[in-house]
């Protein structure tokens, strides 16, 4: 059980996934993959690998495969999209729920501690090792409670999940390329100040973002573009920044193709329908020394 659950966790394995060019394929197959994984996890639940591959594979689903296609339907289709962002709160929760399991096992009493957010004892233990963990567990707090911001009682927990993303910034501050920075962006991006959230900050991740990844991410376009200059109703800057992210070559990190095609598509998606998001749709010239995207 050990071999096949080392062999389905393996460095190369999410390539699978994350390297295809076929959207829909890949969401057609991983609800089985998911099931499969858990099903080797509930006979070996003590294997963290297949913990972390079971979580995350249920947050990035709730994420590419539930969220985003919901986000980009009509209006008329308003009952739908609730039942699907119902969907993929449910298991935007269950896998941060699989990953806080597997923490819980390796730091006993983690969860107890940071309900009573005591995150420094909670968290003071952990690794470099253990950042993936945090990380995903953290990416599925936050992104059941950004599909559903009335949710007081999830709210009242989101301090627990900073926490955790916190944490992982400070073990490792480019974390998976840049993905940290790309969370940071969309955390300070749409919060309100009152929360925490920041545009200087956003941007200031945005920029490390962008470096860490060579330019090659069209994640952190897509965060800031969604976030901040939607805040700030700059359109000049919105149109910039989707447009760079669709004159990228999906295919030239092949670990970064499917959500770079994913995102893409969604890029495409939101400078047709422009007027859902600004009250003025007409472009005006850019203040003298606007920053260049």
Known sequence: MNQVANALTGKTSGTVFSGDNDPELVGDALPF????????????????GLRLQTGSLYIMYANAFLQTPAVMLPETEYKKQEFVFKRAKNLYLRGRDIILSGLENKFPGLREALRKRNFNHALQSTTRKDAPLLYWAGAGWLGAYA???????LGMTLPAAAALMERVFKLDKNFADGAIHEFYILYYGSLPEYMGGSAAKAREHFDQAVAVS?????????????????KEQNLAEFKALLNKALAMDADSVPEKRLVNTINQRKAQWLLEHVEDYFLETEESNPAPGEKEI
């Open 147 to 153: 599909i559903d911001p009335f949710d007081m009682d």
């Open 214 to 230: 060579n330019g090659k991410s069209t994640t952190a376009y897509l965060s800031l573009a969604t976030t901040v200059s939607i």
């Open 33 to 48: 993959a998911i099931k499969m994984y858990e099903s080797l996890l509930t006979a070996n639940p003590g294997h963290q």
